[in-house]
C-alpha cells in the first residue's frame, strides 16, 4: 500500500509539471538565453547598378554588451530602406522601402539570422517612415507622411504580390503621421503639420473603418520643432521621442495619462547637448528590462551617422555609455529584449 500511494503521489507530480510548464499555443518560442538584438533599416541606395548594393540592415547582437561591437549585415535588397519592425509572435522583420513602395519581410532564426524574404508592393506608399505589426488582429499599419494617412494591411504577416487595390482601410488624421508604436490595441504616432509637433493615440484601431479618425487624444511637446521617432514602454509608461531639429531627446513619464489631458506638456526630461554627442536624432528604442534600462538613439546626421546608448536615467548634457559609428544613414530602428 506504501509503494502505491508513493507511485501515486510521483504520477500526480508529473502531471502537474506537464501542464504548468506546457506552453500556450500563442506564446513566442523563448530563446535559450535572453537576447537584446537592435535592428537597423539604412536609407542610402545604391546608385551605380555595376556596384555591389548596400547591405540594407545591420544587427547588434547582442546590443546590450558592454560596448557595441561590429553588426551583422545583410542585404535586404530594398531601395532606399524605411521603417524596421520586428515581431517575436509571426517570427518576423518587417522593412519598408521609399523607392519601391514595398514592405518586405523576413524570418529570424533563434540565433538572429535573417532568411529568406516574402514582399508586397503598394504603389500608394509613397512614402513610408515608420510601421508596426499586430499579431493578434494581424494588422500591419505603416506611415504614410505623403497621404497624411495610416494604411492597415490584414494578414500583413503573409501578403506578397502586387496589391491592386491598395491597403484594406486607412486612417486619415490630417496631419504627417513620423514614428508609430504599438500598445496592445492602441497606436502612438508622431503627427507634424507645419506648426504643431504632436502624439496623437488611437485606440481600437482593429475596429476601426476607413475615413478621418476624428476625437483623437492628443499630447502636445512644447519647444518641440521636427519630432520623428517614437519608443514606448508599457512597464514604465514612458514614453521617449527624437527631435532631428532641436538635436533633443524627450522622455515623457506617466504617458497613458497624459493623453486624457490633451494639452501641451512639458516633457518630464530631456537628453541634448555637445557631450550626448546627438545631432539629427531619426529614431528611438526603450530596453526596459530591471537590470538593463537603456535608451537607443539612431543618429544620421552627415558625418556623426551612429548609433548611441543612454541609460534610461541618463539626463541634459551626457555623454552616452557606449556608440558605434556607422557608414550608412540609418532611417529606423527596432530593439528586440527579451
Do not use: W
Amino acid at each position: 500500500m506504501k509503494t502505491l500511494k508513493i507511485y501515486l503521489l510521483l504520477s500526480l507530480l508529473l502531471v502537474t509539471s506537464f501542464f504548468a510548464c506546457k506552453k500556450n499555443d500563442d506564446e513566442p518560442t523563448l530563446p535559450p538565453t535572453r537576447i537584446s538584438r537592435l535592428y537597423v533599416s539604412f536609407s542610402d541606395l545604391q546608385a551605380d547598378d555595376l556596384a555591389t548594393p548596400y547591405n540594407n540592415i545591420a544587427v547588434f547582437d547582442p546590443a546590450d554588451s558592454l560596448s557595441l561591437n561590429e553588426p551583422i549585415y545583410f542585404n535586404s535588397q530594398v531601395r532606399e530602406g524605411a521603417g524596421i519592425y520586428f515581431n517575436p509572435y509571426a517570427k518576423r522583420v518587417f522593412q519598408g522601402s521609399v523607392r519601391d513602395f514595398v514592405i518586405r519581410t523576413f524570418s529570424v532564426s533563434l540565433t538572429g539570422v535573417l532568411g529568406p524574404a516574402s514582399s508586397f508592393t503598394d504603389s500608394t506608399l509613397v512614402s513610408q517612415p515608420d510601421l508596426a505589426y499586430d499579431a493578434t488582429s494581424t494588422n500591419l499599419y505603416v506611415s504614410n507622411s505623403l497621404t497624411n494617412s495610416i494604411h492597415v494591411y490584414t494578414n500583413g504577416g503573409q501578403r506578397s504580390g502586387v496589391l491592386k487595390y491598395g491597403p484594406n482601410k486607412r486612417f486619415e488624421l490630417g496631419s504627417q503621421p513620423r514614428g508609430l508604436v504599438l500598445d496592445n490595441d492602441s497606436i502612438m504616432v508622431v503627427l507634424r503639420s507645419s506648426d504643431v509637433n504632436e502624439i496623437a493615440l488611437i485606440e481600437n484601431p482593429s475596429t476601426l473603418d476607413s475615413g478621418l479618425v476624428s476625437n483623437l487624444k492628443k499630447i502636445t511637446i512644447s519647444g518641440a520643432s521636427d519630432l520623428r521617432g517614437i519608443a514606448y514602454s508599457q512597464k514604465l509608461n514612458m514614453i521617449a521621442l527624437s527631435d532631428v531639429t532641436t538635436s533633443t531627446i524627450y522622455i515623457i513619464e506617466n504617458a497613458r495619462e497624459a493623453f486624457t489631458q490633451n494639452q501641451i506638456i512639458t516633457p518630464t526630461q530631456t537628453i541634448g547637448g555637445a557631450m550626448t554627442r546627438i545631432k539629427s536624432p531619426i529614431d528611438v528604442a526603450i530596453d526596459d528590462r530591471d537590470e538593463k534600462g537603456f535608451l537607443y538613439v539612431a543618429d544620421r546626421a552627415e558625418g556623426n551617422k551612429a548609433v548611441l546608448r543612454f541609460k534610461l536615467s541618463d539626463r541634459g548634457n551626457v555623454a552616452p555609455e557606449a556608440f558605434y559609428n556607422l557608414t550608412l544613414t540609418p532611417a529606423s530602428i527596432y530593439l528586440d529584449a527579451r
